[in-house]
């Protein structure tokens, strides 16, 4: 006998393979994307990101920090990911797990990679000082498809983000100036079902998935792709999907910029 | 504590608040969809969301009690809810607040109802500008109603506190900082007990009376608040 | 069918009911209180406090350190407790849990509210060098009331410590000089059991409590509060607690000084 | 990235390969004896460790599925493994690739012959110098099948990139740090069909398609250098 | 390790002690009420303090012994039992040592009586002034002894060591640090067997006979004082 | 009904009663050693080491750090092991147990006390700059006597290993010269079953160990002891170990030099 769970994957399985879906989308439709600024006042940057019912807070903050010794004269780029307790029965509190630590690396990379940020402008004084661009994902409700959510959080909030003013040795965080951002990393995940794509998947959709690939593309290259889950791809089928990609990161972008 | 700056002139916070104001609030049940119940609050900037999840087994099995479920909190700051950004985990500070936190809420709750469960409540502050711990549980008391689990009223928390030798209700961060006293407390507002209470600073009796008294009224508009987010969502 | 714990507080309760207790004290008697000093020799000043069978040794160390960036002319003040596994069949190893913590920071806000320590007096040089006061308490045997019996062992700890010298860049822990202390801050804990109030809980008690409330006083002030455990308090409640704490903390304060 | 030294000579690469060829390799089945399985594998200067234990049981046992087993992937470098010595004890890095290793293997093992179970891949890499979680699944493919495990097919792994703007088979330490592009590739080269795949650095679809194609002819010489290792053992 | 410091003068040490003298010793038994035995032990100016608990059921269950009980300690330095505080928590070398008093200790105890079961030593330093393992494993027995624990034999531990290439017996802090040689052991003073060991330091056969002879002759000594202390329990 | 641990176990014991082993080596010794340098080629020095199927890494790194304050002009040695979980059924991920702890410690002990390194000459800047010796042990296949192994290990990477040169601030690894190791500490462990000595013990002889001492010897002195496991050894028989290991790790530095 089939658990609950066992018969709404059944469902969704079923309706994928007729070119449905559960909550009646096409299979390359997102959810509604909803995307506020300021959320967190006292971040230099917020967004907070909603597709469905996933929703997800990124917050960025500067802070003042030695630079790596191999770029002495580059600002520092952090990207943390919490999947807290709050936002789903299954997580538990603790120390970043294998999916979290996956979920920020694959934005990590998605924004340096894409060089988006002017890493050389926040650099105070070479060897010394540079600005540390810390960017926080916060999970609060997991319906499925962090790491759209959460890439295209990320990406809002440095756009949004002011960048304090540094003056005789301290933060002044009540002086601010513009940040600029030079591209606009926007990931989207392409999930195999057989022998059909979906895009935006829920939290059941994700379960029956047979592997996906997450594209992150900026407004004219591709900077970032992670293969995620069981399953495999033909080269044809990865070019394809990086296609696919490409069109709905065009979109996504223009909810953001 | 920087005491330059003047925090009252002619009975008037830097805010415009009299003495005895709370801040701006607002409310809202049901924020979240993936928790069994859930709650916003916001009090001026200090903002907090809650989730609650249960009545549930409590894991390991040998921490459970035949006789009354237990309530569990966490608390924690979101790492970009404060000036200079926080590491993200529980703090010792988050971690004494999540245990005063369980002592004000299992208090209203029916525990002996639930035998061997947990019933967990989860409070992250999203802008810390004071007052966060009694933000935050009044977030989760919303949460507790908004999971419908059975309780013996709503808890309402705020903070009063002195400025200047003057007792005044639910400081803000700039009054915080250059304050004497913080005395943030949570109270059941159906039966007037108050359920959790901290201080900090030097005082004295006659003061304490005079702030548990703001501290008080305070707590009956927040839980006049409180209800009118839950009656929004019946 | 009750278990002998049960037993036991079903014992205690109907004592405090009736106005008496297990042990014969009066409602609001502390069991006897000793306290000896030096009883670690390597600390710059050592208290054992025994309430009854509890036993509490806190130690106080000196050292030098860099202050905090907003405190840069003070020197620091740090509070520790270990619920080692060695004090309770219950306590188990590992870092400091929820009470552990509570305990350390309640008895640090109590000498930290009541500017027990001159602080200012304690800077070396301006944000480059401070002293650290490190006062850790180590439970040794548990039978209740453990924050009152730490709080009066971090006091007298304190008024007992001497500072060493410090001269060429090095701690001399030879040569020490007395170490001031402005304040004496007592805590006393009052325990609600049914409608009476206890003082001095043993762990039975601590089981049966309906709430707890730990006030901290200097000679003159109220300088911190903690309600614990579950139930609640009326305000005319509170203001009786403040009262009969203030009594019993004139009288433990006697013993210390 | 430092980009001053050349990296692309008249079609040739500073240790004198072609575009598509990949370094030497050298492979083995059988390193280990406690271990139910193990493998080795070198590229050029890389080379890992990898140990299969299972199927056994799971632990703890809430984490074991009623359908079928699970596959478990520890990905390590050796302290002494880098230029400067790396604190023991998987990176966040190492945790990431941990996590891409097991998807990368699990599409090839039949794992719902073993509900309840768990297979466990240890990958040790002694010497990094690029390409290192390709090396590492080399290993633990090999290790699998030296384990006896049933597969659909052995897992074989190789990096394409990008350096001086030419599309390169499986870059070397100086190539990667002068690189633009990284791009690992995991295949199963029974079926073709790619079971990882990671990619760093800024392209486009038409040098995708080179690289991929690339990678794809590298990750078959692996196989056949793969199954010769395991023809020995027999 | 400065040897500028003069520490042995005519055959006497700085303290006045002979080659082959303990220091002042002090033991006592049943000094915690909460544990199921206890003690105390002090040389010169290093003391600990040391609690039993068990036989108890051993969690998690599958580290349980079908055939026999295990012996568990748990060697910890407290905080300020050094110069320069310490922070909280076994380091590197209180957890090896922790695991020698597991030997020392487990040899004397008829674990074979308590199967599944644990028996758990806990021994805190109060006190470093050198011989801390030493001071805490007489703690320890006697708290075995304390709790009732059936043993073969009292176990007692000393320190031999070298100073300035000469055998000396239980050395104290100023004569460690300007020591060559520290020799722990701990001995069966009923049956004469040496249960722990351990040396740093150079030296040959011939030092080492007489050393380990001083050390022997020490532990009969401690052996009287931890047999006087639990007899006045009784 | 013994399990076939508890067969191979009583058949270990019975052959060794009989002055045999499972294997058919004599109680002395050792099974084949395999001492390969330049394993691990990003090491300053490197030595796999097989004893029978025991099977160890050793890697020698060398880092520039701030000396200790009491030893300002001293280089710096750190030793550590992993029991990673490839190496046994047994052995579990995450930090190191005692186990591993003990192992790291009496291998660290037996370079430092026999003053092995000279750690005056790793000296770069007083107080400010000094080498750090860096030694990982690192277990691949586990089949009994870790310890000698590991020393065995240690010793030959440090005899192979070549000091980077230090330049303008910076590590040179692409420069090395020799690095000088003044004795040879090797370690014999002598295991105790019943009224015999074994040296080498494979695994299953370890657990029906009545106990075992590791010595340290170098050339021409005792230099470290660690009595392990249970079970106790009487003076005589102690200095008759001494001994016996003398002998044979004179033996095995004859392998490594």
């Known amino acids: 006998m089939m658990d609950i769970t066992e018969i ?3 469902s969704a399985l079923d309706k994928i393979k007729k070119g449905e879906r559960l909550d009646d989308r096409g299979l390359e439709d997102f959810r509604d994307v909803e995307v506020e600024t ?18 997800v807070i990124v917050g960025v903050k500067f802070g003042m920090g030695e630079p790596f010794p191999d770029t002495p004269d580059e600002g520092m780029l952090m990207v943390n990911a919490e999947l807290g307790p709050m936002a789903s029965p299954n997580f538990e509190s603790g120390p970043p797990g294998k999916d979290a630590t996956e979920l920020a690396r694959v934005v990590d990379r998605g924004i340096r990679e894409s060089e988006a940020l002017p890493l050389k402008e926040l650099c105070v004084e070479e060897g010394e000082k540079v600005w540390k661009v810390m960017v926080d994902i916060h999970i609060l409700d997991y319906d499925g498809n962090l790491m759209d959510a959460s890439a295209l959080g990320a990406a809002k909030a440095l756009i949004e983000a ?10 002044k965080r009540e002086k601010t100036k513009e940040f600029p951002v030079n591209k606009v990393p926007v990931a989207c995940t392409v999930v195999k079902v057989g022998d059909k794509y979906i895009l935006d998947p829920s939290l059941i959709e994700e379960k029956i998935a047979d592997g996906m690939v997450t594209v992150t593309w900026t407004e004219d290259e591709l900077c970032s792709l992670q293969k995620r889950g069981n399953g495999g791809f033909t080269k044809d089928e990865l070019l394809d999907i990086f296609e696919i990609a490409r069109k709905k990161t065009d979109g996504l972008r223009k909810i953001i910029e | 504590m920087k005491k330059d700056k003047k925090l009252l002139k002619n009975g008037k916070r830097i805010d415009g608040r009299g003495i005895g104001d709370l801040r701006e609030m607002e409310a809202e049940a049901g924020v979240l969809e993936r928790a069994d119940g859930s709650g916003y609050f916001r009090m001026g900037d200090t903002e907090a969301i809650a989730a609650v999840f249960g009545p549930r087994e409590l894991h390991p099995k040998h921490k459970q009690k035949p006789q009354r479920g237990i309530l569990q909190c966490r608390y924690n700051l979101a790492p970009f809810s404060v000036e200079d950004r926080k590491r993200p ?26 035998p061997t469960a947990t019933i967990d409540v989860y409070m992250e502050v999203i802008t810390a500008d004071a007052g966060t711990r009694c933000v935050a549980l009044n977030a989760g008391a919303i949460a507790l109603a908004d999971a419908g689990i059975p309780m013996k009223g709503i808890i309402s928390a705020c903070a009063a506190g002195k400025i200047e030798d003057t007792p005044v209700l639910d400081l803000k961060g700039e009054e915080d900082q ?9 109270m059941n507002a159906d039966t007037g007990e ?41």
């Not at chain 1, 002011?162 to 933060?171: F, L, Q, S, T, W």
């Not at chain 2, 985990?89 to 639930?114: D, H, M, N, Q, Y």
């Not at chain 2, 250059?178 to 949570?186: F, H, M, R, S, T």
């Not at chain 2, 900090?200 to 839980?223: F, P, Q, S």
Request: overall charge negative.
């Open chain 1, 38 to 55: 300021g959320v967190a006042k006292k971040a230099e940057g917020s967004a907070e990101v909603r597709l469905g019912d996933t929703k």
């Open chain 1, 8 to 10: 709404e994957e059944q």
């Open chain 2, 89 to 114: 985990g529980p703090s010792r500070r988050a971690k004494e607040i999540g245990k005063v936190a369980e002592g004000a809420l299992s208090s209203t709750v029916f525990l002996e109802e639930f």
């Open chain 1, 162 to 171: 002011e960048i304090p003013e540094y003056e005789d040795g301290e933060v």
């Open chain 2, 194 to 234: 108050v359920t959790l209470l901290q201080m900090d600073g030097m005082t004295n009796i006659e003061e304490m009376d005079e702030m548990l008294e703001l501290a008080i009224k305070g707590c009956e508009k927040v839980a006049k608040k409180q209800r009118e987010a839950l009656m929004k969502t019946f």
């Open chain 2, 178 to 186: 250059g304050g004497q006293v913080d005395l943030p407390i949570a």
